[in-house]
């Protein structure tokens, strides 16, 4: 069963999530506009036009009707924006194209998560704990995020995945265990669609990225590396310690 979030922890994230629709369901609404032959009216994009306004100006208000997080794109008003904007489809209006954005998400989220109390146990032997951590972090796996290896996966592509509403989960199949896609969201709430992951719900369906695609990531590609790291950093304290007893006793 889906666990509906009545707080959001991870505002930051959300907030760089919302901004970027916002800003690019603006665009789209402009040059709508744009090509109107009389004076364009909101009400011909969407009956209710606070929401759209609200949509609209986000990204450079950061605020939200009622302060309900979940709902800064209902979908009745993605579906009327891909109606009547021109978008392609629901996950253009919600999401984009990814790689835009996605290296302040990553950076963004990984900061985020750690003021949490439920992932900052994670992270206490991992050097993520600064934004210059972070930023180097994912400048050295640059690859192996952004493109596909041969037996392996990108993060970006997991993510794209993910914004589809379907993660890949290890699930008990009889006596054995097999990877399956699942579903992200399957909450059965007014907002939610099988054809894409919507607003609603947003800090569990990131709570899931977390779990099942960003820590597994983060393990698997970095986790010898980071022991590795800690070694050296062992041995240069241990050295430093020798020499400074040395001077202590020269003394």
Known sequence: MVKVVKENPYPKTTQLIYSQASERI???????AERQPKR????????DTKLLTNVLEYHTTKKINEGNYSKLV????????????GFKDLNEVYWGDPEIYFEDYIVTLLLEMQESKDYSRYFWDIPL????DVEKFYKNYKDEILDDGESSRSLVSSFIDFIYNVHESLEPVGEVFEFQDVKVDNSGLKNISSETLTFENLPHS??????????????????DD????FDQEDQKKHIVSKIKIKKTNKK
Request: aromatic share 16%; hydrophobic share 50%; glycine share 2%.
């Open 26 to 32: 603006a665009e789209k609404y402009n040059a709508w």
């Open 40 to 47: 364009p009216a909101k009400v011909d994009v969407y009956s």
């Open 74 to 85: 209902s979908l009745d008003l993605a579906k009327a924006l891909v109606t009547n904007l």
């Open 129 to 132: 704990s600064t934004k210059e």
């Open 206 to 223: 990131l709570d899931v990225f977390i779990n099942e695609v960003l820590l597994p990531f983060i393990y698997n590609v970095g986790f």
């Open 226 to 229: 980071f022991n590795q790291l």
